[in-house]
């Protein structure tokens, strides 16, 4: 059994019946083993367009066939949604999120095989937060922050707000985004959007800000009625 690669020279001699010999020297190549190269795949988002990836394979003798993924325990598989072709590239959309763990084996075309371990990382889809806005005072001031579900998306984050009244203003961070102004009576929707740094994951928000109008005092502090001093003076309002 050859136990390293190589094209070692062989001396090979044959001798009759006669005692007559013959000396041939022949040369023996010996391929490589077949193997798989290990490699770190990226992650990826529920929902998101995985980009293919391509496992390499080496030695033995070409082409590669027979690409065949098999978990490494009954929980740990490909990821739902992604799929590995027969040239061995990953590639498809995933429909779970989590940390998926798999085997994949791939045979030359002598029949020898080679296995590698590899994971893939699924993040869940973020969520805007807050899921919902607070109520607003008619000539206040008011301002809310939006962020992205802990341990989701990869920053930096791009935010924008395609609906937006005129009297609010968004301003923009690495990882959060505000809107802020002096309130104005009625009901409002604002949209939220954000872009995270992969580049293909989008989200979006919908809200509806109500403004209620400021609180009026009655009656109007000029139509007070008069007092006489000594006299116990009451006034409902």
Same mark, same amino acid.
């Given at each position: ?15 009759? =019946?006669?005692?007559?010999? /013959?000396?041939?020297?022949?040369? +023996? ?33 070409? $082409?590669? #066939? ?12 490909? $990821? ?6 027969? #040239?061995?590239?990953?590639? @498809?959309?995933?429909? =779970?999120?989590? &940390? ?33 806005? /607070? ?13 992205? =579900? $802990? @341990?989701?998306?990869? $920053?930096?984050? &791009? ?10 203003? +968004? ?8 809107? =802020? @102004? ?12 954000? +872009? ?13 800000? +109500? ?6 005092? #009655? ?19």
């Amino acid at each position: 059994t050859p136990t390293s690669a190589g094209s070692p020279t062989v001396s090979v001699t044959v001798t009759d =019946s006669l005692g007559v010999t /013959a000396t041939k020297g022949l040369t +023996l190549t010996v391929d490589p083993h077949i193997s798989l190269a290990s490699a770190t795949l990226p992650a990826t988002t529920l929902g998101a367009t995985y980009p293919s990836q391509q496992l390499v394979a080496s030695g033995g003798v070409p $082409p590669y #066939s027979n690409w065949i993924w098999t978990p490494v325990a009954p929980s740990a598989v490909l $990821p739902p949604g992604l799929n590995l072709s027969g #040239s061995g590239a990953i590639s @498809g959309i995933p429909t =779970s999120s989590g &940390t998926f763990s798999f085997s994949v084996s791939v045979a030359d075309s002598l029949g020898a095989t080679a296995s590698q371990t590899y994971s893939i990382t699924v993040n869940p889809l973020p969520l805007i937060l807050p899921a919902s806005l /607070a109520a607003a005072t008619q000539g206040e001031a008011y301002s809310q922050t939006f962020s992205l =579900s $802990p @341990g989701t998306g990869t $920053p930096p984050f &791009t935010w924008s707000a395609p609906v937006l009244p005129g009297w609010l203003t +968004l301003t923009t961070f690495p990882t959060t985004a505000t809107i =802020s @102004g002096t309130a104005v009576a009625g009901s409002f929707p604002i949209h939220i959007k954000v +872009l995270d740094g992969d580049g293909f994951t989008f989200y979006q928000a919908i809200y509806n800000l +109500l403004v209620n109008p400021a609180p009026v005092i #009655s009656p109007a502090p000029a139509g007070l009625p008069g007092a006489t001093q000594g006299v116990l003076y009451s006034q409902i309002f």
